[in-house]
C-alpha cells in the first residue's frame, strides 16, 4: 500500500526527491511494459510479480465469472466493474466470494485503476507540471462518494457476510467516511454477523476522528476492545498498532494507556513491531519539538530494538525495515525524536557522521531538530561548522525560520575565533542578509530584529568587514530598530584602528540620532583615542557634527 505525501508542502529539496523517485519508477515501468520481450526471463527467487512486465490485455473475453476474477486480480478496477454490470444484467449471477473480491479491490483502490497512475504520457513541460500537481492533489483528496460503485454493489447483494462488511468499513475509513464505517458496523452486528479482525482495527483507527474529546476517543477504543473479546475475535498486530496510531491523538491520556496496552498484546503473545515503536514514541514525543527530559523512554525503546531483527508486518514497518539494514538500533526510523536524543548524547562526531549519511536522503530534520544540532555543535565547541549548516539549512527548507536563523546568527557573534573562522561567518552572514531582503520571488520571509542587526553587523566587525557593517548600520533606522550600547562602542574601536575619524564622528550623530544615553561617552572615546591631528583632518561637516554635538552633551561631559 502506497503513501502519497503532499507535495506541496514538501521543502524544495523534499520536492525533488520525491519526484525523482516518482520519475524513476515511471521510467522502469515505462520500458518494462513497451518492451516486454526483454523482461522475459525471470531470475529472481522468490519470483516477485511487482519487477516482472504486466499483462497488460485481458486474456479471457467473453462476459463469463472467470473473466471478471481476471480483471480483478489485473486490478483493473473500471473494467470489472463494467463486466460486474454486464454479467447482472445479462441474468448471470456472480458468486458472493467474486463479488467480495470486488469489494475489496474497489474499496482499496476507490473507483480507479491504481495501474494508469504510473504509465508515463507524452507532455510538454507546462502539462506535465500541472498533471503532477493534480495527481497529487487528486490522490489527497480521494473521499468515500455517496453511491459510489463499492456501495452500489453491496447494495445489490442479498445476504452480504462478514467480509463483505468489512471491505466495505475499511474502504470507509481509507477514504474518510468515518461516521458512516461505524453506521455500517451497527448495521452488521443488526444483520446478526460477527465484525472479523480487519474491520475492528479500520474502527480502532477510526475512533479519534468521531469523537472530540480524548477520554471519549479511548472510551470508544476500549468499547470497540471489549466488543472484541465478546465476539471471540482474537486482536493481532494491526490491532497493537491501531490502538498505539489512535493513542496518538489522544493527547495525554495517551501516555498513560500506552504501555499497559503493550503489556496487555503481549500477554496475547502479540510483540511490537517498528511501527509499534515508532507510534510509540510519536505518543511521548510531539514530532519536531525540543526533548525536554524522559529520555529514558528513547533510551528503552533503543535497547528493545537494539541486536533484534524484525520482518514487515505492518505497512507502517516499512521505511524502518530498509533502515534497519543501515545499523542496529538506528533502525527505528531515525524520527525527529530519536536524532535529537543523538544531538543530546552522543559526541559530535557520531552525530554528524549519520547526519551526513541519512540527511537528506533518508531523513528530512524540522527546524527544531536542526536547532538541537546547532546546540550539539556549541557544546562540543564546533561552531566552525555553522556555514555548513546553515547551506542544510537553506536547502532543507528552514531558512524562514526566525528563531532557527536568530540563533545561528547568536552563535556566530557570541565569541571571537580565528581570522579564517571568522572570514567564514562573515560569508555566511551576508547570506543570510539576502534572506532578511527577499525571499524567492521577492517575497520578504524574516524581519529584522534589534538582535538580529547587532549579532550580524557583530559578526561582520570580526571579520574586518567594516564597510558592509556600515551598510548594515543603516537598517537600525530604516527598520526603527534601536542598536546597542556594546555594538557602538564595538564599532567605533574598529574605526579607531581604521583611523576614520570622520567616520567615528558620524557613529556618534547615529548615538545622538536614536537619543542614547551612552553619547556622550561616545563623544568623550572620540575625543580622548583620536590624535588632534586626527580630528584636523575632519571634513567640515563632519566637524560641524562634533561641535554641535559637544555643545548639546556638554553638561552630561563635565559629569565625567
Not at 536547502?395 to 556566530?412: C, D, I
Not at 567594516?466 to 537598517?475: F, G, P, S, T, V
Request: net charge neutral; proline share 4%; with cysteine.
Amino acid at each position: 500500500m502506497k503513501t502519497f505525501l503532499t507535495l506541496t508542502s514538501f521543502s524544495p529539496i523534499q520536492k525533488l526527491f520525491s519526484l525523482s523517485q516518482e520519475s524513476g519508477r515511471n521510467a522502469a515501468k515505462y520500458f518494462i511494459n513497451t518492451y516486454p520481450k526483454y523482461f522475459q526471463k525471470d531470475y529472481a527467487q522468490p519470483h516477485i510479480p511487482c519487477l516482472m512486465p504486466e499483462t497488460l490485455e485481458a486474456q479471457i473475453e467473453e462476459a463469463s465469472e472467470a473473466a471478471l476474477i481476471e480483471r480483478i486480480r489485473m486490478r483493473k478496477v473500471k473494467a470489472a466493474v463494467d463486466l460486474y454490470d454486464q454479467l447482472l444484467q445479462a441474468g448471470t449471477s456472480v458468486s458472493l466470494d467474486v463479488t467480495n473480491q470486488l469489494l475489496d479491490l474497489i474499496c482499496f483502490c476507490g473507483d480507479h485503476d491504481p495501474t494508469q497512475e504510473n504509465v508515463p504520457e507524452q507532455r510538454n513541460e507546462e502539462t506535465a507540471k500541472k498533471g503532477r500537481a493534480s495527481k497529487a492533489s487528486g490522490l489527497l483528496k480521494a473521499t468515500w462518494k455517496e453511491n459510489n460503485n463499492a456501495g452500489r454493489i453491496f447494495a445489490l447483494l442479498s445476504e452480504p457476510n462478514t467480509h463483505s462488511y468489512s471491505a466495505l468499513i475499511r474502504g470507509m475509513v481509507k477514504y474518510g467516511a468515518y461516521s458512516k464505517a461505524f453506521s455500517t458496523y451497527t448495521d452488521l452486528l443488526n444483520n446478526r454477523l460477527k465484525a472479523d479482525v480487519h474491520t475492528f482495527n479500520a474502527l480502532i483507527i477510526a475512533a479519534p476522528e468521531v469523537k472530540e474529546k480524548y477520554n471519549e476517543k479511548w472510551e470508544l477504543i476500549v468499547d470497540l476492545l471489549k466488543q472484541m473479546a465478546e465476539q471471540k475475535v482474537k486482536p493481532n498486530l494491526l490491532t497493537l498498532n491501531a490502538v498505539l496510531k489512535a493513542l496518538r491523538r489522544c493527547g495525554t491520556l495517551g501516555k498513560s494507556q500506552a504501555f499497559p496496552v503493550i503489556s496487555e498484546m503481549k500477554a496475547l503473545s502479540i510483540d511490537p513491531s517498528l511501527a509499534s515503536y515508532n507510534h510509540l514514541l510519536a505518543i511521548f514525543y510531539k514530532t519536531g519539538a525540543p526533548i525536554q527530559g524522559q529520555t529514558d523512554i528513547l533510551q528503552e525503546v533503543m535497547n528493545e530494538v537494539s541486536g533484534k531483527s524484525f520482518t514487515a508486518q505492518d505497512p507502517d514497518d516499512g521505511i524502518c525495515i530498509s533502515l534497519q539494514r543501515l545499523s542496529g538500533c538506528f533502525c527505528l526510523s531515525f524520527s525527529a525524536r530519536f536524532f535529537s536524543l543523538l544531538c543530546m548524547m552522543e559526541n559530535i562526531d557520531v552525530m554528524l557522521k549519520w547526519y551526513r549519511d541519512l540527511v537528506p536522503s533518508v531523513y528530512y530534520p524540522s527546524s527544531n531538530v536542526m536547532r538541537d544540532l546547532l546546540q550539539a555543535l556549541d557544546t562540543d565547541n564546533r561552531l566552525d561548522l555553522i556555514p555548513q549548516i546553515w547551506k542544510d539549512i537553506k536547502q532543507l527548507g528552514h531558512a524562514n525560520r526566525q528563531n532557527l536563523v536568530e540563533e545561528l546568527l547568536t552563535l556566530m557573534a557570541r565569541e571571537k575565533h580565528n581570522q579564517e573562522v571568522q572570514e567564514s561567518f562573515a560569508e555566511c552572514a551576508l547570506d543570510i542578509k539576502k534572506i532578511y531582503d527577499t525571499g524567492d520571488r521577492g517575497k520578504v520571509l524574516l524581519s529584522w530584529t534589534a538582535g538580529s542587526l547587532i549579532d550580524l553587523i557583530s559578526v561582520l566587525l570580526a571579520a574586518h568587514r567594516r564597510q558592509d557593517a556600515w551598510e548594515m548600520l543603516k537598517l537600525f533606522k530604516t527598520h526603527n530598530r534601536v542598536p546597542s550600547e556594546e555594538l557602538l562602542n564595538k564599532f567605533l574601536t574598529c574605526v579607531k584602528e581604521a583611523g576614520e575619524v570622520n567616520q567615528a564622528v558620524e557613529l556618534v550623530q547615529i548615538s545622538a540620532g536614536f537619543c542614547l544615553p551612552e553619547t556622550p561617552k561616545l563623544i568623550q572615546r572620540v575625543q580622548q583615542e583620536f590624535e588632534l591631528t586626527d580630528l584636523r583632518d575632519l571634513k567640515p561637516s563632519s566637524a560641524h557634527h562634533l561641535c554641535s554635538l559637544l555643545t548639546a552633551c556638554s553638561s552630561p561631559l563635565k559629569q565625567h
